[in-house]
């Protein structure tokens, strides 16, 4: 049989072939298709809420302020006039706590130390605050010296080190150590060196320490009576106060 042109011969008609879907292969859209391929679209991953994220940060500050604090450089408040003019009540000042593991306390040092049993009696300490919330407010004011120091805390000049006789006082009224009178520039104006007569000789692993405002200081003199007689332990010095922090008016350094 002869076929008209353009018939198709006789058979099944085959079907139009369909454009390819989009997840098959070789489609445009195919993943595999090198240089067609999509980039995943990123998943977006939840993060911590906003307030986790400031809470960490400030626990992370507190706990390097807490070690700066305990092994570095303390910041001391200073609750009454003992060491005026060199501190005077209310000043914040910076205790260095690392130096002394280096070298020997010196005189002329002034350095915050721990009086209990040489200065304070033991029984006389009154307790430490109880519950969380007290300890934790007077921990954290304590860390930039917003809370008083201690009871059993003290800050004053070092004037005798192991081995030195102290005396009071020379023809002049003037302390002397080891017979040679000191210049003593820091004490307050008005002040006599001392109107407490004493003759001691420090021993090993002590220390014999006064204010700066002699008048109104219970130092070493004030404990001559005292198991220690005055003298503080050379293991119970806290570190050695450096600077004036605060208030900015009264900033400066504290030296010999």
Not at 91 to 101: C, F, W
Not at 121 to 141: F, H, I, K, Q, Y
Request: proline fraction near 11%; charge should be negative; charged fraction near 25%.
């Amino acid at each position: 049989m002869s076929h008209a042109a353009g018939a198709t011969p006789d058979g099944p008609v085959p079907e139009a072939s369909a454009p390819p879907r989009a997840d098959e292969p070789g489609s445009a859209h195919d993943p595999t298709v090198v240089g067609r391929r999509r980039k995943p679209r990123a998943r977006h991953r939840a993060g911590r809420p906003l307030w986790q994220e400031l809470a960490a940060v400030v626990l992370v500050a507190l706990l390097v302020a807490f070690l700066v604090k305990t092994f570095v450089v303390g910041v001391y408040y200073i609750p009454s006039g003992s060491m005026e003019d060199t501190l005077r009540i209310g000043d914040r000042v910076a205790v260095d706590k690392v130096s002394y593991r280096f070298h020997d306390i010196r005189r002329g040092d002034v350095v915050v130390f721990d009086g209990a049993d040489s200065f304070t009696p033991e029984g006389d300490v009154a307790p430490a605050p109880t519950g969380l919330g007290p300890r934790l407010v007077r921990g954290l004011a304590s860390l930039v010296g917003l809370a008083p120091p201690n009871e059993t805390d003290f800050v004053k000049r070092v004037i005798g080190t192991p081995g030195d006789r102290v005396a009071c006082c020379d023809p002049q009224g003037r302390v002397t150590v080891n017979g040679v009178p000191l210049d003593e520039p820091y004490v307050h104006p008005g002040d006599a060196p001392s109107t407490t007569e004493f003759d001691v000789v420090v021993p090993e692993g002590r220390l014999w320490v006064m204010g700066d405002h002699r008048s109104s200081s219970a130092d070493s003199r004030a404990h001559l009576g005292d198991p220690g007689g005055g003298m503080v332990p050379e293991d119970r010095v806290i570190g050695r106060v450096r600077a004036v922090l605060w208030p900015f008016s009264h900033w400066s350094g504290v030296g010999p």
